[in-house]
Structure formats: structure tokens, C-alpha cells
């Protein structure tokens, strides 16, 4: 709870109330008059509440000093109720402080002690030793939030939760890299997870990475992950704007199957792997721009990775990670269909681009008899993709646009440029900006987010038939679930999974 005021912090918990199990009043947030009011919260609030006062240090809001700090403690342990329901069920106490008698307040009224450390910079060395080290009597939680900068800093925490296994705590790798360490919290080690209300504008996110708690209940089903779910996920980097955790857990949902999918956002590919392997992870979709990275970790693979050279799918199986590629028929399923065609012969096609999904799409327009172009800006890379099919190539350049020409019955955009999160500086990024299009290009885009590139918007603007890659994306997502589960995917629930396109 981060509103200025109790009574903002208690509106806002009767909106969210069925979500929440437990509320974390954090006073460091509040108006310095509303701070001496805090002892009645516990019984408004109606559920167990956790009094936290969180230094500025310690990523908190709060610069008064710790003698003033321990007062507003001893403020909200005061006058201890018989009913513990109105008294603070937990009292967060950082590592660092040594205040006896507030502890022994905390724990004659019932009051548990949440014995925290924070490091809003990084991932300590030797965080089991820590782990075990912050534990005073055998009645204390133990809370570790540390940043993550880095993959490998999660897999560091996942590691020191496995073995400090038997210790209650709650272990959370803060920012992007460690969100999924708040949805996975069981798997973590975790007794609970904390997240925020941060669609209310006045109700910030009280640390890096937290979720939103609706996301958290509904799109991850937080309350029903349990070490028996299956999990799943996306990995890649950024990984800001991906869609898929929405069709997965719809889906899932539906069909009332215990699995979750999840986002893990990945800097090393190599630890990724690590950290799937710990969490029992059955199966990965594989975006931008591990496609080709990912190839070496594969035990086996499916005859197309092999050819494309480019995985998008990776599924755990008893002989180790299999990899499969689904974008390739996704896209060709997808532009066939807005072509109404049934294969690409007697078609002239520019492909932009040379990377992992550049290669699904020319190893289908060559099975389907197209003659086609590959330019991209690294021109030894269109070079290297068109070989061995002996299509043409050429660079994002005055010579390769000139080529254009006779390869423009359909244009297909497959490089990131225009891709939102990827360059947030220049969402306008269009790779073949001095290409003029005469209007009759049948004219996709592999991106869908935005909806409508700024060469898709050129395009339409000229008078071609354009299709992003929306439709691609579901169409290669269910071949997914499929080789994810051996399970034909349910046709009957498409229109009521939620891709979040927009
Ligand atoms: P990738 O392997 O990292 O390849 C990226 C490609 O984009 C390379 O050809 C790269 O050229 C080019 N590129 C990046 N920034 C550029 C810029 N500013 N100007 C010109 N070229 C640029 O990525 P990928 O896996 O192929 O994915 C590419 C895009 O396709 C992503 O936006 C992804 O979301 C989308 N995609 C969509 C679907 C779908 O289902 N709709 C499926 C797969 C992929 P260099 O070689 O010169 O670096």
C-alpha cells in the first residue's frame, strides 16, 4: 500500500480486496501526519497487514533518521490488542537494526518478524550464507530483495533459496530480469510475493519489477501455482513487449490445465538454460534475438531447425531439450491465407532481412516455389541466407533497393527496426525507406507491435495490401502449444484468447 494516505491506502484495498491475501502498509509512502495514525490500519484493513518502514537506503521513501523511525514502529506495535486482528500481523525489521525491545513488543503481542535486507544496486556473493546468517530465532521470515542485473544474478537467488530450503522467507530478484522470480515464488522458495496496485496513479510500485496485482492473480493465476504446475515461457531480450503469457494462460485457463507461462527476460542464454533447468521448465518459446544463439543447447532437433538453422520452440523432454520451429509455417499459413493462395509459384518476393525469422520465411517461400530477394544492412548475412536456395541478395542500399524492382509481387519486412521496445528511440524505423512502392505489393510486416509499422504505413498509404504479423504470431503459438503439450490446440477457445495486440 503506497497512497499518501490511510484512508486513499484503504480504498484502494477494497477494490483490489479479493486479489490480496495480505497487505504491506509501507508508512515510509505516507503524508507525515498520516504516519502517526498507522496503529488502527491492521483493524480497517481487515486482513493480516505487514508494517513497513522502508529507508530511503533501502530503496524506501523514508530520510527521517533511524531514532525517528523506530518510534513510528513502536507507534504501530502500541497498545497491543488481545484480538490480534487488530494488532500489525508482521513487523519488516532490516537485518541492520538492533532494537531488542521493539522485537520483544513485536513477538508477546503476536506480531512476526520479517527480518529483511535490500540491495537496490546488485546481487550479493554468498547469498545462502547471508540467508542463513539474518535469522535470529527460528520465529523470523526471512526477506531478500536484491537487484537483478543480470540473468545469472536470479539464477544466484533461485540457487540460494534451493538451499536454504526449510527456512520461511521470501526471496525476490528485483527489476525486469527477476519479475518472473514474483510469479514464481513458490518455485523460489518464497512464502509469499508482494506486488502492486499500480494502475491506481497514486499507488506506485513500491520496488522494481513488481506486478500488477490483478496480472499477478489472474493472467499468472498466482494463487493456484504450486510446485506440481508446469511451467512455460518466453525468453529473449528486451523482452519488454511480449504478448504470448496472455494466449498461453488464457488457454491454460480454459482448459482448467495446471501450467503457467511466464517472461524470462534473458541477458545469457546460457544461464537461462541453467535457470530452466532448475525450475523444471517443460517448454520455451525462443524470440529475438536468441533464434540462432539457442541452437548449440539443443539435444536434438526437428528437420526444419536444422535447415532454417533458426529455434523458436524449446521443449524439455526425458532425452533433454528438443527444438522444433514453428514460425515457419505460422507465416506461411498466415500469408497464404490473406493471399488466398495455396503456394507462392510464379511470385517475385523481396524478403528484408537476414536473421532467425528472415530464415523461416525464406526456407517456406522456397518449399513453396517463390523466386525471391534477401537484402539486409549486414549484406554477408543476406549473402550467407540466400546460398544456399540460389535466391538473390543484396544490402538495405541504393543497389539493393534497385533490385527491389523485380522482386516486389510481395514484401515482407522481417528485421526488428520497427519493432516497439526494441528502438525506443526511433519507433519510425523503416529499413527500406527509399524503396518506392507502387501500390500493387501484396506487403507484410513479421512485426506487431505497433499494429502498423511506418513501412507498413507507407505501404497502405501507397495503395498496397498490407497484414502485419499478428495473425502469423497466433498461427506459429499454436503450433507451439501443441509440440509444448502433445495436445491438439483447442480451435473452440481462439476467440476468447486475449493476444493483447494492442
Ligand atoms: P534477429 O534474429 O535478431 O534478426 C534481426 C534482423 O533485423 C537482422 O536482419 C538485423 O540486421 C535486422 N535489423 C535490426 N535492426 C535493424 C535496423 N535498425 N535497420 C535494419 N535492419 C535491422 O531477430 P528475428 O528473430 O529475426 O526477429 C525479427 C523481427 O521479427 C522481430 O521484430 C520479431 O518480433 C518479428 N517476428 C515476428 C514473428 C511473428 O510471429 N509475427 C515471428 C518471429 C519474429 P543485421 O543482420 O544487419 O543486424
Not at 502500541?78 to 487488530?86: L, S, V
Not at 508482521?90 to 537485518?95: A, P, Q, T
Not at 501450467?259 to 518459446?285: C, H, M, Q, R, W
Amino acid at each position: 500500500m503506497t497512497a499518501k494516505t490511510l484512508g486513499r491506502n484503504l480504498e484502494i484495498l477494497e477494490k483490489y480486496r479479493k486479489y490480496a491475501d495480505m497487505a504491506e502498509l509501507r508508512v515510509d509512502y505516507l503524508d507525515p501526519d498520516e504516519r502517526l495514525l498507522i496503529r488502527r490500519f491492521p483493524e480497517l484493513a481487515g486482513m493480516p497487514v505487514i508494517l513497513t518502514i522502508r529507508r530511503d537506503s533501502d530503496g524506501g521513501l523514508f530520510v527521517g533518521g533511524e531514532g525517528a523511525r523506530i518510534s513510528l514502529m513502536a507507534r504501530g506495535l502500541a497498545y497491543a490488542e488481545a484480538d490480534r486482528r487488530r494488532n500489525f500481523a508482521y513487523l519488516d525489521i532490516e537485518e541492520d537494526l538492533n532494537v531488542s525491545s521493539l522485537e520483544e513488543a513485536a513477538r508477546t503481542f503476536g506480531t512476526r518478524i520479517i527480518r529483511s535486507y535490500h540491495n537496490i544496486k546488485g546481487t550479493d556473493a554468498d547469498l545462502p550464507v547471508k540467508i542463513r546468517s539474518m535469522r535470529r530465532s527460528g520465529d523470523e521470515i526471512v526477506k531478500v530483495a536484491v537487484m537483478a542485473n543480470s540473468t545469472r544474478d536470479v539464477l544466484e537467488l533461485l540457487c540460494a533459496g534451493k538451499e536454504c530450503e526449510g527456512y520461511e522467507k521470501v526471496l525476490v530478484s528485483m527489476g525486469h530480469f527477476g519479475i518472473y522470480s514474483r510469479i514464481l515464488s513458490e518455485q523460489f522458495g518464497s512464502l509469499f510475493s508482494y506486488c502492486s496496485a499500480l494502475s491506481e496513479s497514486d499507488a506506485p510500485p513500491a520496488a522494481p519489477g513488481q506486478i500488477e496485482i490483478r496480472e499477478l492473480a489472474n493472467l499468472y493465476r498466482f494463487r493456484n501455482i504450486t510446485r506440481a504446475t508446469k511451467i512455460y515461457g518466453v525468453t529473449g531480450y528486451p523482452l519488454k513487449a511480449t504478448s504470448s503469457p496472455s494466449f498461453f494462460n488464457t488457454v491454460f485457463e480454459l482448459e482448467g490445465s495446471n501450467a503457467v507461462y511466464v517472461p524470462f527476460p534473458a541477458d545469457s542464454i546460457t544461464d537461462l538454460i541453467e535457470i530452466s533447468k532448475e525450475l523444471n521448465v517443460e517448454g520455451i518459446s525462443v524470440t529475438v534475438p536468441y533464434k540462432e544463439a539457442i541452437i548449440p543447447f539443443l539435444d536434438f532437433e526437428s528437420d526444419e531447425v536444422r535447415v532454417i538453422g533458426a529455434c523458436n520452440t524449446l521443449t524439455s523432454t526425458p532425452q533433454g531439450w528438443l527444438g522444433t520451429n514453428t514460425d515457419a509455417r505460422g507465416f506461411s499459413d498466415s500469408l497464404l491465407t490473406f493471399l488466398s493462395k495455396s503456394n507462392f509459384k510464379r511470385q517475385r518476393v523481396t524478403v528484408i532481412g537476414a536473421g532467425g525469422a528472415a530464415r523461416s520465411v525464406v526456407f517456406e517461400l522456397h518449399r513453396l516455389g517463390a523466386k525471391v530477394l534477401i537484402l539486409n544492412r549486414t549484406i554477408h548475412k543476406a549473402r550467407r541466407l540466400a546460398a544456399p536456395y540460389k535466391f538473390a541478395w543484396g544490402g538495405l542500399d541504393e543497389q539493393g533497393i534497385e533490385k527491389m524492382e523485380k522482386y516486389r509481387d510481395i514484401i515482407i519486412q522481417t528485421t526488428s527496426a520497427g519493432m516497439e521496445g526494441i528502438n525506443p528511440d526511433n519507433l519510425s524505423d523503416d529499413p527500406v525507406a527509399m524503396y518506392n512502392f507502387c501500390g500493387r505489393e501484396e506487403v507484410m510486416d513479421l512485426v506487431y507491435k505497433p499494429k502498423v509499422t511506418a513501412f507498413l504505413k507507407r505501404a497502405s498509404n501507397a495503395g498496397c495490401n498490407i497484414l502485419n504479423g499478428f495473425d502469423m504470431l497466433i498461427r506459429q503459438a499454436r503450433y507451439q502449444y501443441t509440440q509444448f503439450t502433445g495436445k491438439e490446440f483447442p480451435e473452440h477457445f481462439l476467440s476468447r484468447v486475449q493476444f493483447g495486440e494492442s
